[in-house]
């Protein structure tokens, strides 16, 4: 530490060419997946492309109402996966938010959804079922999709026939 550094870290912060610090996590090596995760280092990437519309949860790895959320979360992913709508999210407790964002994360799950072509968020506080996520998303976004959710239900009904057959051949 030296005057000379501090010197020269506050011209760079008065100019505006110093990178402000902020947490991130590593950015993903594939985020192909349903549900799109999203870092400090890619949220304006990710949740601010304007031509898509973005729901994102904010979570804690710890939450027990995010646990729950999840199984729910990866079928809307499904849902709409390939297309305009993203389905994404975020741990909270190891990334933080860019400068300018117009809300802070103050408990979890905070869902919100960013219209396509703006810079508004909107707050999702309906229940957190696969049928109000949809019935949201269809009020809400600006690209509209067709989606089939008796599809994910038989998927979601399979995969727990499925886990229930693993679980007695395990007995």
């Known amino acids: 530490l030296s005057f000379d550094k501090i010197k020269a870290l506050t011209e760079g912060v008065l100019a505006g060419t110093m990178e402000p610090s902020i947490k991130s996590e590593a950015i993903p090596e594939s985020n192909d997946g349903p549900v799109k995760v999203v870092v ?73 959804f960013r219209k396509a072509g703006t810079a508004e968020y909107l707050d999702f506080s309906g229940d957190r079922t696969l049928d109000t996520f949809v019935e949201f998303l269809t009020e809400n976004a600006v690209n509209k999709f067709e989606v089939h959710v008796d599809k994910v239900e038989k998927k979601v009904e399979e995969k727990t026939v499925e886990t229930d057959e693993i679980e007695h051949d395990e007995l």
């Open 40 to 112: 400090a280092h890619t949220y304006k990437e990710i949740v601010e492309d304007m031509d898509k519309d973005v729901l994102i949860e904010f979570y804690a790895p710890w939450c027990g109402h995010c646990k729950s959320l999840a199984p729910i979360y990866e079928n809307l992913g499904d849902l709409y996966q390939g297309s305009k709508i993203v389905i994404a999210k975020m741990d909270a407790t190891a990334n933080d938010l860019p400068a300018g964002i117009p809300f802070q994360v103050q408990g979890f799950p905070t869902i919100k």
